[in-house]
């Protein structure tokens, strides 16, 4: 994904309200698949990455990328945006 690709992505998600947290309960298996859902049907989350999880922000927002199959767009503060595109064919997809 180029910087270009990135900043228009981080733009569009700037008004996006988190869908989920990971906090000291750590990284599920129902969170996954939560979160992979949510990616097939909007193809870009944000994450609240909450203290209490106990890793530092922007690993767990790697593992949780690497389990999801998406790339991480940003970690900022303890907020995570992800993307994966969606592999529907009747949907709208982002445009870069």
Do not use: C
């Amino acid at each position: 994904m180029t910087s270009k690709q990135r900043s228009n992505l981080k733009s569009k998600a700037a008004m996006m309200k988190p869908i989920a947290q990971i906090g000291k309960e750590g990284v599920g298996e129902n969170l996954i698949k939560s979160l992979s859902e949510a990616l097939e049907a909007r193809e870009l989350i944000k994450v609240n990455l909450l203290p209490a999880s106990g890793e530092d922000g922007e690993k767990l927002a790697a593992d949780v990328a690497q389990l999801l199959r998406a790339e991480v767009v940003a970690v900022i503060g303890r907020k995570a945006i992800f993307y994966r595109r969606s592999s529907r064919k009747d949907f709208q997809h982002i445009e870069f």
